[in-house]
């Protein structure tokens, strides 16, 4: 029951990514909700849960976008797996740290997500626009993470989310 | 201890994830898997349709609570209007300056002897980087990827791909678009490429010539990828490059892929 919350969770938040987030546009950069629940998954669940996350969350990104399947799973499982060392170093962390790793694990998924697309042959952004989209959304996620977090946590405390063995 | 095997069984995993995951990017690249993936993603269109529609029927509701939502209706429809006016007294600045023969295939092109299919936009690209949108039509009712997608306002872009009941759009803000154009006072052409807040255009030098802002960038038909006289955009900005063989400009974009809600998808166009 838990598997299929979690599941429905992702898929709604993956949905919601390619349907509601380009409206929150601001200076070309939207929030990336998957993002936001793998982070707040890592931090409250453990990395090995956020990896997972990730990856499902990232194949339904795939899924609405174009080119190849796997580029966005690729791309938030290095932001997960980093910000994994920070989270597992801290028990209780304060909104800063929170935002921090939202920011971090932004900037190395859009890192990963233009190299990625590069590799597979596909022609990335000028750099200035590759720098300023990755600095605008960092900024825009790190904001939003505090309150994410907060309501993953009340989803949690509901369904008693068990952690995979870290 | 406890600390490093943990995080050794997270590097494990993490690495086995990654293998996955570059090896389904590159498998499902291949030819021969399009049919799949195109499949696979027109799976989850019925979920974007609906969450399309609960935002649309949030919108609603919320509109009713205010006058703003209700001019802000009224002046975006009021803005379509004035585009397509714009977009008429172009086309007919520009189909002017052409000969004779040439004036005939691009009223050709520009008449309704196009036959468009008409589609709701159901999704956008999921980041930032790449400028796609997917709409509610795909190859069941005759959409194929290359196809042109307009809009009252102008060119849009082209289909990537396109699924049993969806296709995803190419717009011309992502980076890899590429559409050659001419101005329509001093016919100089141009490549245009997308960019996430502006399209970016590099005008070729001719001797005399010079652009000048407010011109408007046409799709010039080179290249065959589309077809000649489509309205792009205004010119914003001009950059002066003696040096180099090109100037660079910013095209102010006619349509804003954010509030669009249907565009239309020309099947008649075949690129070449």
Known sequence: MRRIAGAALIAAAALAQATWAPHLEVGGAFPNLVLLGAVAVTWTVGARSGMVWACAGGVLLDLTGSGPIGPHALALLAGV????????SMERPNGVYVALTAAVSTVLYSAVLVLAGGLLGFSVPRPESMVWLAFAAAVYNALLMPPALEVFRRIQALSRWEALPN | MHGARSQSRSTGLFLVLCAAMLVLAMLSQQPWAAGARSAA????????VAMTSVATQVGRM????GDVSTLRAENARLR??????????????AAAKENASLRQALA???SSGHHTVAAEVIGAGPDGFSRTME????TADGVRPGMVVVTGAGL?????????????????????????VYLSTSSLQGTLSGGPTSLQLELQHTLGVVASNGEWALTSGVGGAFPRGLVVGELASLTRRDAAATDVAQVAWVNEPS???????ITDFQPS
Request: charged share 20%.
């Open chain 1, 81 to 88: 797996y980093v910000i994994g060392f920070w989270t597992r």
């Open chain 2, 41 to 48: 993603k027109s799976a989850l269109a019925p979920g974007e």
């Open chain 2, 62 to 65: 919320t509109s009713v609570f």
């Open chain 2, 80 to 93: 379509s209007a004035d585009e397509a006016l714009r977009r008429q007294v172009v086309e007919l600045n």
């Open chain 2, 108 to 110: 050709f092109q520009k």
């Open chain 2, 135 to 138: 709409v509610d039509r795909g």
């Open chain 2, 156 to 180: 849009l872009g082209r289909v990537r791909e396109a699924g049993p009941h969806a296709a995803i759009v190419q717009t011309l803000a992502d980076p890899q678009s590429r559409v050659s």
């Open chain 2, 259 to 265: 509030s669009l809600s249907f565009v239309l998808v």
